[in-house]
């Protein structure tokens, strides 16, 4: 299988990623400005708290606890989280392509299948905000909340797997050619 990135250029493939980091890096520290406003004691870990709620019950108070500005906050985080995840999935995806690139056989194989990863991680996050954004509209009685429960476990083991890959390929020594 061949890792999704692998048209990028060797010679591009660093600087392209550092970019990418860059901006993932802004836009999430953005994305943490604006779901700060949605911790309390129904929501400890802010929007986590909500994607991991699994229940309607669950779901209910936490929209109940959170005011109209809050609510609101909610509402355009699930939006500006479309940007985010092309950028994560591009950055950790030529992580993995990068980290593969110093290894040979089973771990660059696995590289290629994280690699792919990420990017269903994305498509995982994309559902579950659509299941979330159908919370907030006050689709109760649903299975969106148990739906986005588990595409949030999905995303989040994706999304780690590829980020330890990527760590652990730099961190063991380059192989020889």
């Given at each position: ?122 498509l995982f ?24 429960f588990w ?27």
């Open positions: 299988m061949n890792h999704p990135l692998s048209f990028i250029s060797h010679s591009v493939r660093k600087p392209a990623f550092s970019l990418l980091l860059v901006w993932t890096i802004i836009v999430m520290a953005f994305s943490q400005i604006i779901n700060s406003t949605l911790k309390n004691s129904a929501a400890p870990g802010s929007i986590v708290s909500f994607e991991l709620a699994r229940t309607p019950s669950n779901v209910q108070t936490m929209i109940a606890a959170w005011d109209s500005r809050a609510q609101l906050f909610a509402a355009f985080g699930l939006g500006f989280d479309y940007l985010f995840m092309p950028l994560y999935s591009f950055a950790i995806s030529l992580a993995c392509l990068l980290a593969a690139g110093r290894h040979k056989g089973w771990f660059t194989a696995l590289g290629a299948w994280l690699g792919w990863g990420v990017f269903l991680a994305a996050d994309a559902m579950e905000n659509i299941g979330l954004w159908n919370s907030l509209l006050g689709n109760f009685n649903s299975s969106w909340p148990e739906v986005s595409c949030a476990i999905s995303k989040f083991a994706l999304i780690l797997l590829g980020i330890a890959y990527g760590l652990i390929g730099w961190i063991l020594p380059k192989q020889k050619a």
